[in-house]
């Protein structure tokens, strides 16, 4: 800094001050980042790409006239290989821009072949599966997702999709879980069933069943498996009903002398539904036999599951005594007797028939089946 006197006998004084200038700045402010070239040019404009901007080639202010690209930080008439000049002219991107056609999704192939994902159009969340009604979480097979779009990409100048996880793209250009999607189900070409079956592990099974070990299985009966492949009923709960492991499957109820059976016809309809199982053995038993009648083996299964379904057994011989299931005596729902004879008064008998409408003679278990005396009985499925 320079101090001088100014003027003649004024008596005042003026500071003169000179600058010396920064380097890459001048009086003006004018640095790298508002046009100059000072210094690091890249660095004053990261928001470019030097290399292949033709509005800013080489340096921030640099740009190619005409139909020049640029290349390597120049403008040129043409691109480096292997990337291709694009022009507005052919409709194809920016005007003087250089791309790699064999990867670019935006230009493959061609200038104007921009690459997209498949038109997901109808296609709704979900697994397009029918309810599985089996009590297993999410109904029976995982949670989503089961179909996406993927991601566009360009290889070796052809567009294709690029699906996540392990979705396979179909002919729709669509990725989806082949393992779960109802329409595509193992492959993009096979399709269950409507309704009646649902997609699981690649398969197709009737609704109500899962693919375990190799076969479509019922989960509510199945003791091998109960409600999720591999759950094995045994020991203590050996039977599997409405897909869970259990004892057995039991009615019990109180009769009163000359009262009609309504509550516990209602209950005997409920017992009746639960029989989705395998059984190996049923009894029915009552107050004045509490050991009862036993069936044991398939001839029990039979009886068990005509109780559920509602149709008839005739005649079985089991365990040493004769089995019926019969649809008589003005009911719907079928009676249960071990002792031969069906919709009969035996004195002493082995019938159950709680649904018998407004007749009291609702059965009985070792003692007269009409007009009975008050008593339990007991009818078990295991």
């Not at 993927?150 to 052809?158: D, H, I, L, M, N």
């Not at 107050?287 to 039979?302: E, F, P, Q």
């Given at each position: 800094?320079?101090?001088?006197?100014?003027?003649?006998?004024?008596?005042?004084?003026?500071?003169?001050?000179?600058?010396?200038?920064?380097?890459?700045?001048?009086?003006?402010?004018?640095?790298?980042?508002?046009?100059?070239?000072?210094?690091?040019?890249?660095?004053?404009?990261?928001?470019?790409?030097?290399?292949?901007?033709?509005?800013?080639?080489g340096s921030c202010t640099n740009a190619c006239t005409g139909d020049l690209v640029c290349s390597d930080g120049q403008c040129k008439a043409q691109c480096?290989?292997?990337?291709?000049?694009?022009?507005?002219?052919?409709?194809?991107?920016?005007?003087?821009?250089?791309?790699?056609?064999?990867?670019?999704?935006?230009?493959?192939?061609?200038?104007?072949?921009e690459c997209a994902t498949g038109d997901a159009g109808a296609l709704e969340a979900g697994n397009d599966n029918p309810d599985a009604g089996i009590p297993t979480p999410d109904g029976g097979f995982p949670p989503g997702p089961y179909w996406s779009v993927?991601?566009?990409?360009?290889?070796?100048?052809?567009?294709g999709i690029q699906c996540p996880g392990t979705m396979?793209?179909?002919?729709?250009?669509?990725?989806?879980?082949?393992q779960n999607f109802h329409d595509h189900c193992g492959n993009c070409a096979t399709a269950c069933a409507d309704d009646t079956e649902w997609c699981t592990q690649g398969n197709c099974c009737p609704v109500g069943q899962a693919y375990c070990s190799g076969v479509c299985t019922d989960l509510l009966s199945n003791a091998s498996d109960c409600?999720?492949?591999?759950?094995?009923?045994?020991?203590?709960?050996?039977?599997?009903?409405?897909?869970?492991c259990t004892s057995s499957v039991i009615y019990t109820d109180s009769f009163t002398n000359g009262v009609v059976a309504t509550t516990q016809c209602t209950d005997w309809t409920t017992f009746r539904g639960k029989l989705t199982g395998t059984y190996t053995s049923i009894n029915m038993r009552g107050?004045?036999?509490?050991?009862?009648?036993?069936?044991?083996?398939?001839?029990?299964?039979?009886i068990c599951q005509a109780l559920h379904n509602g149709t008839t057994v005739s005649g079985l011989s089991c365990g040493g005594y004769t089995w019926e299931v019969y649809l008589s005596c003005g009911s719907a729902s079928p009676e249960l007797s071990s002792d031969g004879t069906t919709c009969a008064c035996e004195t002493p008998g082995y019938d159950v028939r709680p649904c018998i409408n407004t007749d009291a003679n609702w059965g009985g278990i070792d003692t007269a089946t009409c007009s009975a005396p008050t008593q339990t009985m007991t009818v078990s499925c295991q």
């Open positions: 800094m320079k101090l001088s006197w100014v003027g003649a006998g004024v008596g005042v004084l003026v500071i003169a001050i000179g600058f010396q200038c920064a380097t890459g700045i001048g009086v003006g402010g004018n640095d790298a980042s508002t046009g100059g070239d000072a210094g690091d040019a890249s660095s004053a404009c990261p928001q470019f790409d030097l290399q292949t901007d033709p509005q800013h080639c480096d290989a292997p990337l291709i000049k694009c022009l507005n002219t052919d409709g194809g991107g920016e005007a003087g821009v250089c791309f790699d056609l064999t990867s670019d999704i935006d230009h493959c192939g061609q200038c104007a072949t993927g991601t566009a990409t360009c290889t070796k100048s052809t567009c396979t793209e179909c002919s729709d250009s669509i990725c989806y879980d082949t409600g999720a492949c591999g759950v094995t009923c045994s020991g203590g709960t050996p039977v599997c009903s409405n897909g869970k107050t004045n036999d509490s050991v009862g009648h036993t069936c044991s083996g398939t001839d029990a299964n039979t």
